[in-house]
T-cell receptor
Framework: AQSVAQPEDQVNVAEGNPLTVKCTYSVSGNPYLFWYVQYPNRGLQFLLKYITGDNLVKGSYGFEAEFNKSQTSFHLKKPSALVSDSALYFCAVRDDYKLSFGAGTTVTVRA | EAGVVQSPRYKIIEKKQPVAFWCNPISGHNTLYWYLQNLGQGPELLIRYENEEAVDDSQLPKDRFSAERLKGVDSTLKIQPAELGDSAVYLC????????????FGPGTRLTVL
C-alpha cells in the first residue's frame, strides 16, 4: 500500500522567514502526491500536486513543493511565510483512487 | 464555480440516535468520496462512488453506517445508531474522471455524540 509520513507534528517560524513542511512517501510505482491545507473548522483546501514532469511544483498562495525521487520526499515550501499561513497541512498520496494522508503538520507563523 | 457543499456543518446527538449527512459535489464531478477525520489525524476513506455505484465501500462499517447516491449527484451518509466513538468530522470530496482528478473537499460536518 502507498503511504506518506510527516515527521514533524509542529513547525514554528517567524513571519517573513522561509517555511518548509516535510513529507516522505512510500509507493510502488510512480507516485501521485498532493498537499492540502486545513484551517480551523474548514475542509481541506488543495494546494498543489505532483503527477509527473518537473520536480518543482508551484501551487496556490505562493506555495511550492519539491519532488525528490532519490530521497522519496515531497517537501512543501514557501519562501516568505505569512501569519495567515498558520494552519494544519496534510501530505497525501493517491493509492488506487483514494488518498492516503499523513498525520498532518501544524504550522504556526508568529508575527 | 461552486465548491462541494455539505450540511449540516455541526451536529450534536445523543448516543443510539440516528444521524444523516448530506453532500452536493462540484457540478460535473462523477466521483464522490466520504472520508472520516478523527481529531489530530488525516482523513480516512469510508466510501467512494462512481456516479451512483459504490465502487469501494470496504472501509465502511456496514453494521451501522450506510450511504446512498441516488441519481449520481447528491449523496447521504447515515449512521444508525450512533456511538460515542463516531464523534469526528465527516468530509465529502468529489473529483472528475478526467486526469489528473484532484479531489476537492467540502467544509465537513462535525459530529458530536453525547
Amino acid at each position: 500500500a502507498q503511504s506518506v509520513a510527516q515527521p514533524e507534528d509542529q513547525v514554528n517560524v517567524a513571519e517573513g522567514n522561509p517555511l518548509t513542511v516535510k513529507c516522505t512517501y512510500s509507493v510502488s510505482g510512480n507516485p501521485y502526491l498532493f498537499w492540502y491545507v486545513q484551517y480551523p473548522n474548514r475542509g481541506l483546501q488543495f494546494l498543489l500536486k505532483y503527477i509527473t514532469g518537473d520536480n518543482l511544483v508551484k501551487g496556490s498562495y505562493g506555495f511550492e513543493a519539491e519532488f525528490n525521487k532519490s530521497q522519496t520526499s515531497f517537501h512543501l515550501k514557501k519562501p516568505s511565510a505569512l501569519v495567515s499561513d498558520s494552519a494544519l497541512y496534510f501530505c497525501a498520496v493517491r493509492d488506487d483512487y483514494k488518498l492516503s494522508f499523513g498525520a498532518g503538520t501544524t504550522v504556526t507563523v508568529r508575527a | 464555480e461552486a465548491g462541494v457543499v455539505q450540511s449540516p456543518r455541526y451536529k450534536i446527538i445523543e448516543k443510539k440516535q440516528p444521524v444523516a449527512f448530506w453532500c452536493n459535489p462540484i457540478s460535473g464531478h462523477n466521483t464522490l468520496y466520504w472520508y472520516l477525520q478523527n481529531l489530530g489525524q488525516g482523513p480516512e476513506l469510508l466510501i467512494r462512488y462512481e456516479n451512483e455505484e459504490a465502487v469501494d465501500d470496504s472501509q465502511l462499517p456496514k453494521d451501522r453506517f450506510s450511504a446512498e447516491r441516488l441519481k449520481g449527484v447528491d449523496s447521504t451518509l447515515k449512521i444508525q445508531p450512533a456511538e460515542l466513538g463516531d464523534s469526528a468530522v465527516y468530509l465529502c470530496a468529489s473529483s472528475s474522471r478526467i486526469p489528473p482528478d484532484t479531489q476537492y473537499f467540502g467544509p465537513g460536518t462535525r459530529l458530536t455524540v453525547l
